[in-house]
């Protein structure tokens, strides 16, 4: 399956190439071929309150547990656009449905959703306006050739990619004003309309660490619990240079909230308390302890964001820091999701990666 896997997504190799220019990636609203868009920014590591921004869009309804939401479509799944736009303090309206033909404009260099949320550009620089009685902002985005690579099929069938960039603006929330200078992640994805694809969790984490340097860490389920993807990318803008480390990543969830109940029926557990791990053979190691803040906001895909407390350890150097940023989605059954210590040891005797325990 690993064999296949890496055949089909040459995302590995790519991020083991030295940078390219962005000028090279693909970025584009959908078409005849790629139905499925996505775009985003991610900003972690902010001041309180804010403590993250983020902007994510999907348009069109992919056919994937973890991806689609569909009490968001009004029309048809190819026809809905959804739109969340969140801070870390208490919102109600970070989640926007469209319907692409009558709300939506796309052209070269421009995506924009009703008049409420606008991004304008080409590469390097970006303009991303929201105008909202909640949650407003005027941001000026500068990406670098830093970039990542979580997914590059074959067939050009589809493609995910982030660039680390800077960002600079202000975000008003609840007619409070802020002024914002960070490093970030604009994020961008193309798909066919796959008739269906069995992916059904995903956790994404975002930590803005000193020395202009990010970390990434990522892990894809599908519905029978096995690992699709694990890993880690450690990204130095002083350096120019990004790390992608994609075996023994560990993901563990350590304690969890009560279960919650999605607008689309789905049961989840969102976590309390995680944790990362990494080591190589040559005594690498990278670590990460979270803590989240319990801003849980739903309108990622089939899931939710957040925020969390965190410590970092990198091989000797140890950092912490309050506003990492969390994307959490489990559409697993709840056999998986609520797995006992027995059934847990026997599903590392299988695979040793030690997932998640309800207490």
Not at 287 to 301: C, E, H, I, Y
């Amino acid at each position: 399956m690993q064999f296949l896997q890496d055949f089909l997504d040459r995302s590995k190799q790519l991020n083991q190439t030295p940078t390219v220019s962005s000028k090279h990636l693909a970025y584009h609203g959908p078409t005849s071929r790629y139905k499925i868009i996505h775009q985003g920014l991610i900003i972690p590591g902010l001041p309180a309150p804010l403590h993250y921004l983020n902007f994510l869009s999907i348009i069109g309804q992919p056919n994937a547990p973890m991806l689609a939401n569909p009490s968001a479509i009004q029309t048809t799944a190819l026809d809905t656009a959804t739109v969340i736009c969140s801070s870390s303090p208490h919102m109600v309206g970070q989640l926007q449905s469209y319907s692409i033909q009558q709300d939506c404009k796309f052209s070269s260099g421009m995506f924009q959703f009703l008049d409420r949320e606008k991004l304008t550009g080409h590469f390097p620089h970006f303009q991303l306006q929201r105008s909202d009685a909640e949650l407003s902002f005027d941001l000026s985005i500068h990406t670098t050739d830093l970039v990542s690579h979580f997914t590059q099929m074959r067939f050009s069938l589809a493609d995910h990619w982030s660039l680390m960039c800077h960002c600079q603006g202000t975000v008003t929330y609840k007619d409070q004003k802020y002024t914002i200078e960070s490093l970030g992640s604009f994020e961008y994805a193309r798909s066919f309309n796959f008739p269906y694809l069995p992916l059904a969790f995903f956790s994404y984490q975002m930590i803005n660490l000193s020395n202009n340097r990010q970390l990434l860490l990522a892990q894809i389920r599908n519905s029978l619990n096995q690992i699709v993807q694990s890993r880690i990318y450690l990204r130095d803008l002083n350096r120019m240079q990004t790390w992608l480390f994609d075996q023994k990543v560990y993901f563990k969830v350590h304690r969890v909230y009560p279960s919650v109940k999605t607008p689309n029926g789905q049961k989840m557990y969102l976590p309390r308390e995680f944790e990362w791990c990494y080591e190589d053979d040559r005594g690498n190691q990278i670590w990460v302890q979270g803590q989240s803040r319990g801003d849980f906001k739903f309108g990622m895909a089939a899931g939710y964001v957040g925020s969390f407390h965190y410590q970092v350890k990198i091989n000797e150097q140890t950092e912490k820091g309050d506003s990492g940023y969390i994307e959490y989605v489990d559409c697993r059954p709840l056999r998986f999701q609520e797995k006992d210590k027995a059934e847990k040891l026997l599903a590392n005797l299988a695979n040793p990666v030690p997932f998640l325990i309800k207490k």
